[in-house]
């Protein structure tokens, strides 16, 4: 019952007129960069964090808040009129959108999206305010030992288990906990990794990192296979469903939900998995499985909800634990530290107000965009035809502004540019970027609790691994690491043994 | 179409430079690490030093790891996109051009201010992108760089420098 009053006392303080405005803006602009080829929320976010710096916490995080959710919005518009999905996570989307786009079933495909995302919406952030306290309550009593070992299970989990390459993943992810090194050592003072750039000794800032990783790398590698044919954009109307199509989606929608929040809510998530898994059981269910590959509506339906449930579910572990999953999470887990808040388990008691008003905008922002994109689903479509050459030309104007602002030093531009072309390489070479940027994120944060664990056994490494915890946390570490391994040594053994 | 399928199955030797690059980033960091003095206290029995060099030991093994799995014709998967035709080849003077516009930019903001700079950073991203409307280029980024200016500079207080138009804007 505390969770119901906390959260009503959120809807008050979400409910002023600037702090509504702030959801319009997130919204919006969320809905906008999610259509527009190329932009992402992460980068987005990115972007406006050095703006925000200066704003007060709450109205920021509205604002983010509402380009998180705003961004899947737009991303499944795109993916469902243009047969190219511009993130992963609606890759699946476009499998059967597309293909209901083509059909002339445009209109229901976008419907049964935005619908099936509100609804998922909805329940997952209702879910998230249940959900999130009760992992405080259990984090709460972990000492330093135990954190450290969760944030190496998300290390491991961002790295090795989402994308399709381990050492790809941790390449990048070490690239990341360097790039977290440099700078002053924050115990004893000894200068790290600053190779004597009096720049470097605070560290490279996160603004910096994330907006060359995200925008200026993302340019230059569109910038250098630029499509000079743009893709054909289905021509849409005001998107409505019919009474069949209802009666077909309302079971997906909460299907995908059941498997997107708890994929989403566990520290090596993400949304690939639930929305694909999602396809292969409406796929099952569906009494139509002939129509699977030619625009099947189920197949829209249940991983649009996936991918939204799964959203809302990552906010649990970085509301809870300071734990980001995706590259938008971890980007609003830098813009809590720019504040001076500390993120994890104690943020809940220290911020209740910030944290209850962030929870019921979710609400009030899932409803807006229900009501943004019913109507305007036409005029979003319209977003698709910006000349390309001001696009990005635009991308590298914000991200130089971006970046200038944090420090007013010309050399964070030339940093920026560095950072852009390492960003540039990993696009090049099939480098997963979301292991960088929770490396660089939560590294140092890793660092001091081990350091700290340490401290309180007198150096004795024994102090690494205390409680049953971190046992289990070492235990899920060493399968997915050895998985790999264990597997051929079954295949080899089960080869034999036919062979015999 | 059968002379880019015989061409994906070569493989990309270019990987075994970002392979190199790892390895020298960990031996970067071992030496770095070495010059780091050795504190430690009660208070910090760990000090400044294994974090460092832990990563340095980590990467050279990545990227033997990462080197094998090229051996054995791993293939990193491009990143695709809406505006990504990865059927075309990197095209060199279009992200030359774009770094010089980005430079150009870096050199000048201080000296001209962010107004110029960044009309002329955006102009010359667009004419590297292909845009050749010259007037219609450089009017937008004038319009974008003004209008940042204002909101952001005088309006919510950000540090964007005004240059030699100090006084006039």
Redesign the interface.
């Known amino acids: 019952m505390d969770n119901i009053s906390a959260l009503i006392a959120g809807f008050g303080d979400v409910l002023t007129p600037v702090n509504l405005l702030m959801a319009l803006l997130g919204v919006t602009v969320g809905t906008a960069v999610g259509v527009l080829p190329g932009i992402g929320p992460a980068m987005t976010v990115a972007l406006l964090l050095p703006i925000t710096y200066g704003m007060e916490p709450t109205q920021a995080l509205i604002l983010f808040a509402g380009i998180f959710y705003g961004g899947m919005y737009g991303g499944s518009t795109t993916s469902i009129l243009l047969n190219t999905p511009g993130e992963s996570a609606s890759v699946v989307t476009a499998i059967e959108g597309n293909k209901m786009a083509k059909a002339g079933r445009a209109a229901q495909a976008l419907a049964t999206a935005a619908i099936g995302s509100f609804v998922a919406g909805t329940i997952a952030t209702l879910l998230l305010a249940f959900v999130m306290p009760q992992v405080v309550e259990f984090a709460i009593s972990l000492g330093a030992p135990e954190y450290l070992a969760i944030i190496l299970v998300a290390f491991v989990g961002v790295s090795a288990v989402l994308g399709s390459s381990r050492v790809r993943g941790l390449a990048s992810l070490l690239v990341g906990l360097t790039i977290g090194v440099i700078g002053i050592d924050f115990v004893t003072g000894q200068q790290r990794m600053t190779m004597g750039i009096p720049q470097l000794a605070d560290g490279i800032d996160v603004v910096v990192v994330a907006v060359g990783i995200f925008a200026v790398g993302e340019a230059l590698w569109v910038a250098a296979h630029l499509r000079r044919k743009a893709a054909e954009v289905i021509p849409v109307g005001r998107p409505w469903m019919g009474r069949e199509d209802w009666r077909r989606s309302w079971k997906p929608w909460l299907r995908g939900t059941a498997l997107g929040f708890p994929f989403g809510a566990i520290p090596a998530g993400g949304a690939e998995i639930p929305t694909f898994l999602s396809y292969m059981t409406e796929k099952r269910l569906s009494r139509h499985p002939e129509q699977f590959g030619r625009g099947a509506i189920e197949g829209v339906a249940g991983p649009e909800a996936a991918n939204n449930a799964s959203a809302a579910g990552t906010l649990v572990p970085l509301l809870a634990l300071g734990l980001p999953t995706n590259a938008t999470a971890a980007i609003m887990l830098a813009a809590l530290e720019g504040w001076g808040f500390e993120p994890g388990p104690l943020l809940l008691e220290k911020q209740p107000d910030l944290v209850w008003a962030l929870i019921a905008s979710l609400f009030i922002g899932n409803t807006m965009l229900l009501v943004l994109n019913l109507p305007l689903a036409p005029v979003w479509a319209k977003l698709l035809q910006i000349p390309r050459p001001y696009l990005y030309a635009g991308i590298l104007f914000f991200a130089s502004m971006g970046a200038y602002a944090v420090n007013s030093q010309t050399f964070d531009l030339l940093l920026l540019l560095g950072l852009g072309l390492i960003g540039f390489a990993m696009r090049r070479f099939g480098l997963p970027v979301l292991p960088l940027i929770v490396g660089v994120i939560l590294g140092p944060l890793a660092e001091k609790q081990a350091r700290r664990s340490l401290q309180l056994s007198g150096g004795d490494l024994s102090g690494l691994v205390g409680g049953p915890v971190a046992w289990v946390c070492y235990a899920i570490i060493a399968t997915v690491l050895l998985w790999p391994l264990v597997s051929k040594v079954i295949r080899r053994f089960h080869t034999t043994e036919v062979g015999a | 179409m059968s002379e880019k399928a015989v061409a994906s199955r070569v493989t990309d030797r270019?990987?075994y430079g970002?392979c190199a690059g790892?390895a020298l980033?960990g031996v970067?960091?071992l030496v770095?690490?070495s010059h780091?003095?050795a504190?430690?206290s009660?208070?910090?029995?760990?000090?400044?030093r294994p974090?460092?060099i832990l990563?340095g030991v980590?990467?050279l093994i990545?990227?033997v790891?990462?080197a094998i799995?090229i051996a054995h014709g791993?293939?990193?998967?491009?990143?695709?996109?809406?505006?990504?035709?990865?059927t075309?080849p990197?095209?060199?003077k279009?992200?030359g051009l774009?770094?010089a516009?980005?430079?150009l930019?870096?050199?000048t903001?201080?000296r001209l201010g962010?107004v110029i700079s960044?009309s002329l950073?955006?102009?010359g991203?667009?004419?590297?992108?292909?845009?050749r409307h010259h007037i219609r280029?450089l009017a937008?980024?004038i319009a974008?760089?003004l209008g940042?200016f204002y909101l952001?500079a005088i309006g919510?207080?950000?540090?964007?420098?005004a240059g030699i138009l100090q006084g006039i804007l």
């Open positions: 270019a990987q970002l790892l980033l970067l960091l770095d690490a780091i003095g504190v430690s009660s208070n910090d029995p760990v000090g400044p974090v460092p990563l980590l990467l990545v990227s790891v990462y799995d791993g293939q990193g998967e491009a990143e695709a996109g809406e505006d990504v035709d990865l075309t990197i095209d060199v279009t992200v774009l770094i516009a980005f430079l930019n870096a050199l903001i201080e962010w960044g950073l955006f102009w991203s667009a004419f590297a992108l292909g845009n280029g937008i980024g974008l760089a940042t952001f919510l207080g950000i540090n964007l420098p």
